[in-house]
């Protein structure tokens, strides 16, 4: 898989003329909690060339692929990604984190790290997760069976909502260290979780099953409670975007000599 990522990088600079800034693992894999079969989910931020900026005529700032049975794979344009950033953009923040890295320039993710505590938003970040969280649960886990798999779509996201309610920080990518930190008071769900990430890591895709009444309890009482809490968040400060037009100017100098 590691070849087919690198040719299919090496296709999208050819093809559309952009030099990839980064390429990072995201989803399942990124996250820790992985199936045999889970698909790869490659993310990338890409640089178009100075004269493509420059042009009356606005390109794209989204690459995608269609989807196949292995690979997910989409980028975004650095201009966009900076504008994601100041609004705080919770994914953007992952992929910058993610620690399966398929390229990478040198030291670009880390200026991004650094500026991005500037930009901080932590009622953005909630919000976010607090959708992601109540939509798949909606969705998949209020029947009599689930997909037992969807738990974790729905544990990981209300787990980073709990870390946001308590530090002033982007939560933690993997699974395992929200886990850790945000229920240790909870050995009782600590426990049942841990048991459906084993199965889930050494086997495939789980299958429908019972819902696991602990665990649906749990998560609708902190649906309710972190909807009350988000309700009362003050907005989120407006920042400067110099930094980021530095930091964009910096990148089409360095990677394609501009000045």
């Known amino acids: ?40 989910d490659v993310r990338f931020v890409y640089l178009q060339r100075p004269q493509d900026y420059l042009s009356i005529e606005k390109k794209r700032d989204v690459i995608e692929y269609p989807v196949t049975d292995l690979l997910d794979v989409n980028g ?23 620690p399966i890295v398929y390229r990478e320039q040198p030291t670009i993710r880390q200026e991004l790290r650094e500026i991005r505590s500037a930009f901080f938003g932590r009622r953005t970040a ?17 029947g009599e ?36 930190t945000q229920l240790a008071d909870r050995p009782d769900l600590t426990a049942q979780i841990e048991a459906l990430l084993e199965r889930k890591i050494a086997g495939g895709e789980l299958d429908l099953e019972a819902r696991l009444d602990d665990l649906n309890q749990f998560i609708e009482t902190s649906l309710r409670e972190l909807t009350d809490y988000a309700r009362q968040m003050p907005s989120d400060p407006v920042c400067e975007l110099e930094r980021l037009n530095e930091l964009f100017r910096a990148q089409l100098k360095t990677i394609w000599g501009f000045r």
């Open 126 to 142: 909630l919000h976010h997760y607090l959708s992601m969280a109540a939509s798949n649960y909606r969705d998949y886990l209020k």
């Open 76 to 98: 975004w344009d650095l201009r966009k990604a900076l504008g994601l950033l100041r609004k705080y953009n919770p994914s953007l923040m992952e992929w910058l984190d993610s």
């Open 145 to 180: 069976t689930v997909k037992a798999k969807k738990y974790f779509y729905v544990l990981r996201p209300i787990l980073a909502c709990l870390w946001l309610q308590r530090e002033t920080s982007q939560p933690p990518l993997e699974f395992q260290t929200l886990l850790a």
């Open 1 to 40: 898989m590691q070849q087919m990522i690198q040719q299919k990088l090496d296709e999208i600079e050819q093809t559309h003329r952009v030099k990839i800034l980064f390429a990072i693992e995201s989803g399942s894999r990124a996250w820790g909690f992985p199936s045999k079969d889970s698909d790869y």
